[in-house]
C-alpha cells in the first residue's frame, strides 16, 4: 500500500498508530483494593468478645471494670438497643452483631480511645466503628429517654 504524503505527516501517522496501539500495554497496572482486611475477616478468633465471655464467667468484678456495667445490667440493654442496631448479613460478608455493637460501643466510652486504637481490640476497621459508635449511642439514647431529665 503506497501513501501520497510528506514524509513528515508519514511519520506522525506512524507515531500515531504506534501510540494508539500502545496505549493499553505500558499502563500501569492498579493495585487491587482490599475489601476486608485479613486479619478483620477472623474478627470471632481476634476481638475482645472471647476474653469478654472469659471475664463474665471467672472474673465479673473485671468485667464490670471493663464495660462499668454488670453482665446482667449489659443484657438488659443489648436487649433494648438490639431493634434498633441489628444489621442483616449479606451474601458478601457476616454483619457485626448488635453484642459486638455494643461491647465496642461502651469499651469507646469506658476507655476514651480512638477508633483507630479500638479496631485492634475490637478487630472492626476505625471507619466502621465511627459508625457504629454514633448509631449505637443515638439507640441507647432514644431507649433510655425516659431515665435521661
Known amino acids: 500500500m503506497h501513501l ?25 497496572k492498579r493495585k487491587q483494593r482490599v475489601w ?3 486479619w478483620l475477616k477472623k474478627r470471632s478468633l481476634f476481638s475482645h468478645a472471647n476474653l469478654l465471655k472469659e471475664l463474665q464467667v471467672s472474673s465479673p468484678l473485671d468485667y464490670k471494670n471493663y464495660l462499668r456495667m454488670n453482665s446482667t445490667t449489659f443484657g438488659e440493654l443489648l436487649a433494648l438497643v438490639t431493634p434498633y442496631i441489628q ?9 457485626i452483631s448488635p453484642k459486638q455493637r455494643l461491647f465496642a460501643t461502651l469499651g469507646y466510652l469506658a476507655s ?8 485492634f ?10 459508625h457504629i459508635i454514633i448509631e449505637t449511642c443515638e439507640a441507647i439514647i432514644k431507649v433510655l429517654k425516659k431515665y435521661l431529665k
Open 36 to 38: 476486608m482486611k485479613e
Open 87 to 95: 444489621k442483616k448479613d449479606t451474601i458478601l460478608r457476616e454483619a
Open 112 to 119: 476514651g480511645l480512638t477508633f483507630e486504637g479500638l479496631k
Open 4 to 28: 501520497n504524503m510528506p514524509s513528515n505527516d508519514a511519520a506522525c501517522l506512524a507515531i500515531i498508530i504506534a501510540a494508539a496501539c500502545d496505549v493499553g500495554v505500558n499502563k500501569r
Open 121 to 130: 481490640e475490637t478487630a472492626i476497621a476505625a471507619q466502621t466503628l465511627g
